[in-house]
Nanobody, 125 residues
């Protein structure tokens, strides 16, 4: 059974850091075309945070997180991580891991094929 499980969310002060992890089971991440992190704040639409294509591990980032967040993949552990630095209140939201087959597009979250249940990140003093 294909499953994605996010972890690492929590409460952090502005300027702090968190590291999210997405563990895949029932398949290997090499089998998908693209892996992405997305977030959704209360009352707002889901938006892209970062993606990585499995063919060449090329990362892509949303404009609001570029330079602060880093996506990485651990093939041995079948996980994808998101290192988040210099967090501010605008980064608050539920963070989701998703995977997509060939044709899925990073910046089009509705094109992704499978999703985890999310992990909540709250940035507050």
């Amino acid at each position: 059974q294909l499953r994605l499980v996010e972890s690492g969310g929590g409460l952090v002060q502005p300027g702090g850091s968190l590291r999210l992890s997405c563990a895949a089971s029932g398949f290997t991440l090499d089998e998908v075309w693209i892996i992405g992190w997305y977030r959704q704040a209360p009352g707002k639409d889901r938006e892209v945070v970062s993606c990585i294509t499995t063919r060449n591990d090329r990362p892509d980032y949303g404009d609001s997180v570029r330079g602060r967040f880093t996506i990485s993949r651990d093939k041995a552990k079948n996980t994808v991580s998101l290192q988040m630095n210099s967090l501010d209140s605008d980064d608050t939201g539920t963070y989701y891991c998703a995977v997509g087959a060939y044709g899925s597009r990073c910046r089009l979250w509705k094109s992704m094929d499978a999703w985890g249940e999310g992990t909540l990140v709250t940035v507050s003093s």
